[in-house]
Each structure stands twice: as C-alpha cells, then as structure tokens.
C-alpha cells in the first residue's frame, strides 16, 4: 500500500522502532519502547514495584529478590541461602540471641552465656557428660556416673586425688601418699604403710612388726622367718642363717670354742677342744694310743713310754684257743700286768669287749665274744681287782676292724680291747 511497516503494531514505524518486539498495547515512547521509571530492567507495565531505589536487585516483577525467603532483599542480605522459616536477623542470617553459633530455631539454650563453648543444640559442650559445662568443668574427664560437685569434680573427702567412690580408704590422713585405691602405699606389702615402715623392702611374705621390720625374736640381726637358731643368746655373733658363728665347723660356736682352729672332722668336746678321751693330753686325732689309764707316762703319739702300762700292747698278748673260753699259756703274763697295772692305778676301770670275726652264727659268735670278756674279768677278779671296777660286754662279729675276707683280716678281727670308763 506503500505506507511505512510497523511489525509490533505499537505505531512506531520499523524504521524509527528501538524495540521492535513490544507486547500489544504496550505504553511507550517516541522510540517504540515501553517505560522502566526506576531503571531496574521491568518495563512499568510489568513492574510491580516502580519506584524501586537505584541499585537493588529485582526479580521478575521489578520487586526487591528475597531468594530465601526470609523477608531481607538479596541485596542487603547476608545469608542469601537461609533455610525456609528460619528466624533471621536484619541481615539476613538466622537469629541467634546468645551468640553461640547456633540458630535460635535449633538452640536448645538460647541463654548461654557468652564465650561458652557449645555443643550441635546450642547447650553448653559437656564431654564427660556430669552436668559441669566443659567451660567451668574442671574435671573434665570424670568417669561415667560419677556423682561430682560444681566444679565437675567426684568427692574426695581425705584430698587424697582418689575419688570417693573409688577410695577403699576414705579417711587417710593429709599428705600421706596413695595407692590407686586410696590406701597408704606399702611397696613391700608387708601391711605397714611406706610412711610409717622402717624397713620398705622387707622380703615378701616376711612376718613384721609394727615398724615393718622383720621379726627378731633374739635380736641376732636375722629375720625369724630365715633364722635356723631362732633362740641364740644375745651378744653372741652369728652367721646367715643366725646360728652362731662356727668357723672351724666343729659344732661348737666361736663365742664359746676354746679350740677355734680345729682341724676338719676332728671330734670335739664342749669347749669346742679336740676329744681327749683318756685324758692324757694328746687329742684322740692325734692320740696313738687312745686308752691310756690316767697318770701314765707318755711320749709324744699318746702312748705309754713303759709297754707293759700300754693297754693297746697288752691286749694283744690276750689270747684263747680255738672256739674256747679258755686261754692259751702265753696269756696269763699279759693278764698278770693288767693286774699289776689296775694295782698301780687304784682309781682306774676297764671295760673288757670281746670280739670275732664272722665265721659261723652270729648268736654264738655273740655268746662266744661275751664269754670270752667274762673270763679275762673274771681273772682280774679272781688275782684281786674289786668286781665293780670291771665289766664285760661282747660284740660278736658286730664291729671288725679289718676285713673278714682273708686269714689274716679274720685273725684281727678276733681280739679283746680294753677300755677306760668311769
């Protein structure tokens, strides 16, 4: 028709349009476009809010955006991303009185008092769950239960740092050291606390007394419990065991041996003195002739320096015939000087002992022996010496002094000894 085209219909020529795309019965202005009076981007037929101030963010209707929902426009808030129907504050971010780090909506405290530390709720953080906040709790790792005061602390009423309900001993005294159980420490378990033991070491299973001290019933520095002579005299020195000190090992303590250097196995008297059983001065150890008759002259081995005064000499010269009681000719001079001896020595006694070999029964053997020794006491008696100066005793083969397995053992095995008795 040859007019000039206008596609939008909003009678401003294609030509002149600046907005080609307007909406049917749009409002607009001399270059086709449609009015924005506050310039947020929404025409004003659109714009539900058209005096919105320069700068803020709309949405779709030319409103402030609230993308949240919680009432603060995106522009001034700070938590854009608040959830759904949470209180907020005026910029934007959920309200929270006390100032814990936990929204109101989910603080189960909303009062705690600032600086407190909180848990997930809001409610002040207790790791040992007693009720003490970990802020003020000055116990904080109190054990399951446990009955505490206000400061998170379980009782202990003897300040010992063990609680109550674990002290077996509750009432020990200030500043005495505990066990794990509250008790008086006893490192020796000997049941006398450390503080009060005089001797901390005491051996297990050692019996004490009040100072912890092993028992010494005699005071010898050894503990009853190891001493073998529990009842040595005091002053006297003893040995590991608490017997009294033997150093020669003859039986007899040092403290009352006279002879404290005898030899080895050497048989002792009281005194701890070598034996001397004839009394002649010469230890039987040492003795050559160990039955010498008081007041005899000797020589240096213990025997008679005269033969016919030395009994080991004379009793050889004893003899009797085969399987008899009665004696051979050569015996009756030998029996003669045991008188002329017995004479001499009035005060002496002789023990005559008969003995065989082991040829044959020991029942006559025994009969034979004793027979035997009666007869030589009976000589005696018949030439003179007081019957109660004699005895005779028969061994039989009972004591050999050589071996039975040959002549000549046999034959020393048949003999008659004399020995000195009181």
Do not use: W
Not at 153 to 173: M, R, S, V, Y
Request: proline share 8%; hydrophobic share 25%.
């Amino acid at each position: 028709m040859g007019c000039p085209s206008d596609a939008d219909g909003d009678g401003v020529f294609d030509g002149l349009d600046k907005c080609q795309r307007t909406r049917k019965g749009a409002v607009i202005d001399e270059f086709g476009c449609e009015g924005d009076f506050d310039k947020d981007g929404i025409d004003d037929s659109n714009d539900k809010c058209p005096n919105t101030q320069a700068g803020i963010i709309v949405d779709t209707t030319g409103c402030p955006a609230d993308t949240d929902k919680d009432g603060v426009f995106d522009s001034f808030d700070k938590c854009p991303n608040t959830a759904v129907g949470l209180p907020v504050d005026s910029t934007g971010c959920p309200a929270d009185a006390d100032k814990d780090g936990v929204p109101d909506a989910l603080d189960k405290c909303p009062n705690t008092q600032a600086g407190i530390p909180v848990d997930s709720v809001g409610c002040p953080a207790d790791a040992d769950k007693d009720g003490v906040p970990d802020a003020l709790d000055k116990c904080p790792n109190t054990r399951a239960g446990a009955q505490v005061n206000a400061e998170g602390c379980e009782g202990d009423f003897d300040g010992d740092g063990i609680p109550d309900a674990l002290d077996k001993c509750p009432n020990t005294k200030p500043g005495v050291p505990v066990d794990s159980t509250g008790c008086p420490t006893d490192a020796d378990k000997d049941g006398v606390p450390d503080e009060l033991d005089k001797c901390p070491q005491t051996p297990i299973g050692s019996t004490v007394d009040a100072n912890g001290c092993p028992l010494d019933f005699d005071k010898d520095g050894v503990p009853d419990d190891l001493d073998k002579c529990p009842n040595t005299k005091e002053g006297v020195t003893v040995d590991s065991t608490g017997c009294p000190l033997d150093a020669d090992k003859d039986g007899v303590s040092d403290g009352v041996d006279k002879c404290p250097n005898t030899p080895k196995d050497v048989a002792v008297d009281s005194t701890g003195c070598p034996m001397d059983t004839d009394k002649d001065g010469v230890a039987d150890y040492q003795d050559k002739c160990p039955y010498t008759l008081e007041g005899i002259k000797i020589d240096a081995k213990g025997c008679p320096t005269d033969k016919k005064q030395d009994l080991n000499k004379l009793k050889q010269g004893i003899e009797f015939k085969t399987n008899s009681t009665k004696f051979t000719k050569n015996s009756y001079g030998t029996l003669n000087d045991i008188v002329a001896l017995m004479q001499q020595i009035p005060n002496s006694k002789l023990e005559v002992q008969g003995h065989t070999d082991n040829v044959g029964s020991a029942k006559k053997n025994k009969e034979l022996s004793e027979n035997r020794a009666l007869a030589v006491v009976n000589y005696l008696v018949m030439k003179g010496i007081e019957a109660s100066r004699l005895r005779a005793v028969g061994y039989g083969g009972e004591k050999p002094i050589a071996s039975n397995g040959t002549k000549k053992g046999r034959k020393q095995n048949r003999r008659v000894e004399l020995v000195p008795f009181e």
